[in-house]
């Protein structure tokens, strides 16, 4: 029943990136919260409650964008996981971006942005979408021009920055609304505080195999992934990847080292169960595949199906909440009984 624990400890992948697998075994009966490589989300963020709601109104606003198209909430839609489900991006021509949108859900916990990790700061990604020519496409003096336009958003930064709306100001009030983005109190964090029965038997084992199988020597600390890089297809080419022109070149875009190619920040797995399809080409439509298909690349293993079935359970008890709902129940089929 065991599955032997892969032994890639603290190794050195394919494309030259360390990782540490972590392979201490997380058994029955032993204290899950003594699991030092996961850690639940904390429930208070202290922030500016005004200028979250500031942010989130510029997070909805099509306005920011130069051709009033697309809002950050069109693609990062925070009724549905914080991602748009599609495999990849539409952009504001109406064709599909070169990648799939990450959840912005708890973003503010992943050490880099972006799937190439391109940036540190939420200020500096935002910043970059602004700019990009297939998203918002536009320049500050424009966008500043543009929302300057609405008394309301002119009295708001008055109120809160003590200044009309500038470059500084937009950034800090869209990143200070991100960091609001935090979905605390999913069962598994609940089970880590001591809820034994926050997991069902099935999650159990699932959370049992994550540890053995070494999935959490990549996809650890407080988001369950987001902190580390590691090659996509450590023991076999990801399918199609090495013969496609246009293919997503991962880390090397950013850093134009050739061991580089096909590195990518390892994604949270935090709401993954709502975040469908998956990788960062979007080519999974299932977790199901989405881990059969990492077990053979990044672990080189087939697992059996009842394993994946366990996995898969786990991954769902990794769904939080986020002002006072589940993510796993849209508003709209939530009725009160
Ligand atoms: C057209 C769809 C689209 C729009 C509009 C959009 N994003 Fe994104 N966003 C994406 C995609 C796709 C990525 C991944 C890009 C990559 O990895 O290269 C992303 C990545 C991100 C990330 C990084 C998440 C992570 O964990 O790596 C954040 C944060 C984010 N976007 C915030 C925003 C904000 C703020 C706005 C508005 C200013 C915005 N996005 C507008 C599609 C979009
Ligand atoms: C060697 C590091 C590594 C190991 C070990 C690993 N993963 Fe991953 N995982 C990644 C990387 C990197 C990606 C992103 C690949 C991409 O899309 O390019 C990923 C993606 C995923 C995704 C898709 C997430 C999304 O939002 O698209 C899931 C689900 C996942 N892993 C689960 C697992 C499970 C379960 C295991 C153990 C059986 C595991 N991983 C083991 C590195 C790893």
């Known amino acids: ?50 200028k979250v709601a500031l942010g989130e109104r510029l997070f909805r606003d099509p306005r920011l964008a130069e051709n009033g198209r697309l809002a950050c909430s069109s693609c990062h839609r925070l009724e549905a996981g914080g991602d748009d489900g599609l495999p990849r991006s539409v952009t504001n021509n109406g064709e599909p971006g070169p990648v799939n949108a990450p959840t912005v859900f708890n973003a503010a916990f992943n050490h880099r942005l972006t799937w ?29 021009e543009r929302i300057g336009r609405d008394a309301d958003y002119r009295r708001l930064f008055r109120e809160i920055y003590g200044r009309a709306p500038d470059r500084e100001a937009v950034l800090d009030a869209l990143a200070t609304f991100e960091r609001s983005l935090v979905t605390p109190d ?39 992934g987001g902190n580390l890089f590691a090659r996509f297809g450590v023991f076999a080419d990801p399918p199609g990847l090495r013969d496609d022109e246009k293919v997503y070149l991962g880390r090397f875009l950013v850093t134009g080292n050739k061991a580089d190619r096909y590195v990518f920040r390892v994604p949270s797995l935090r709401n993954v169960a709502v975040t469908a399809p998956y990788f960062h080409d979007g080519s999974a439509a299932t977790l199901e595949e989405a881990v059969r298909r990492v077990a053979r690349l990044q672990l080189g293993r087939t697992l059996p199906e ?21 993510l796993a129940s849209p508003p709209e089929t939530e009725h009160p009984p």
């Not at 992948?13 to 972590?22: E, I, N, P, R």
């Not at 699991?35 to 500016?48: C, E, F, G, N």
């Not at 069902?200 to 407080?222: L, M, N, S």
């Not at 009842?306 to 589940?326: K, P, Y």
Request: with cysteine; net charge positive.
């Open 1 to 50: 029943m065991d599955p032997k624990p892969h032994s890639l400890r603290a190794g050195v992948a394919a494309a030259g990136v360390l990782f540490l697998a972590v392979v201490a075994p997380a058994h029955e009966g032993s204290n899950p919260s003594l699991h030092s490589a996961v850690r639940p989300l904390p429930r208070v963020v202290d922030l500016d409650a005004r």
């Open 116 to 144: 190439r990790g391109a940036f540190r700061t939420l200020e500096e990604q935002a910043e970059a979408d602004l700019h990009n020519p297939r998203h918002a496409a536009t320049t500050w003096p424009k966008l500043l």
């Open 306 to 326: 009842e394993h994946v079935a366990d996995l898969v359970a786990f991954l769902h008890s990794l769904t939080g909440r986020w002002r006072g709902r589940s």
């Open 186 to 224: 999913a069962p598994f964090d609940r089970y880590l505080r001591g809820e034994r029965d926050a997991l069902t038997p099935q999650q159990k084992r699932g959370w049992r195999y994550f540890v053995d199988y070494g999935c959490i020597g990549c996809h650890q600390g407080i988001n369950i």
